[in-house]
């Protein structure tokens, strides 16, 4: 298993608020944000776990990102 793949499997296990500042800081990361197929994998692991979450992590994470917008 490569590198990036062993950081994208333990991506896809932290919780969705804590996927969610990964990307946002990968973004903001002026190394990070050039490989845009890196975080184009971060963001389409986040929206397959997103679909799988119950409603109660939904509900946590929907509160987590408007908090993370509102700053």
Do not use: G, W
């Given at each position: 298993?490569?590198?990036l ?67």
């Amino acid at each position: 298993m490569s590198s990036l793949e062993k950081r994208l499997e333990v991506f896809r296990k932290l919780p969705l608020r804590a996927q969610l500042a990964t990307i946002l800081s990968s973004k903001a990361n002026s190394v990070l944000s050039q490989n845009q197929n890196y975080i184009a994998s971060l963001e389409r692991i986040h929206q397959e776990c997103l679909a799988n979450a119950t409603t109660e992590a939904k509900k946590i994470y929907q509160q987590s990102a408007k908090d993370l917008n509102n700053l």
